[in-house]
């Protein structure tokens, strides 16, 4: 299995930035996807952003798009979201995700392991 651990979540103004961390460990990356998801209080967990560890392929969800950006450090086995122009709507919990996939799902169900979660509060 593959072991994910969150970073980086915070408090911040609406306008603020933040940029989140995962660093995986377990297994190498060649043929994974690594991806983003969040969860309100009251609401279904939600794709965020994703990127296929070799071609750097990404994928955003569109509350998102133009805001966010997602990346990877290959070399530290470490995948960030860099979270800019934020607004209270961004309120959540964000988890790492990880699928051996060269696909990006936005169905949390397709992937296989978790990280616990970094909080992410945005005041207005």
């Known amino acids: ?29 060649g043929s994974y996807t690594m991806a983003w998801f969040r969860q309100a209080p ?32 290959n070399g530290k086995n470490t995948v960030f979201l860099q979270m800019n122009s934020l607004k209270p709507e961004d309120t959540a919990v964000y988890y790492c995700s990880s699928k051996r ?7 949390p169900n397709e992937y296989d392991d978790w990280g616990q979660g970094t909080q992410v509060t945005v005041s207005s």
């Open 42 to 73: 009251g609401k279904e967990r939600e794709f965020v952003a994703g990127v296929t560890w070799s071609g750097g392929s990404t994928r955003y969800a569109d509350s998102v798009k133009g805001r966010f950006t997602i990346s990877r450090d």
């Open 1 to 29: 299995q593959v072991q994910l651990v969150e970073s980086g979540g915070g408090l911040v103004q609406a306008g603020g930035s933040l940029r989140l961390s995962c660093a995986a460990s377990g297994r190498t990356f």
């Open 101 to 107: 996939s060269v696909r990006i799902p936005t169905i």
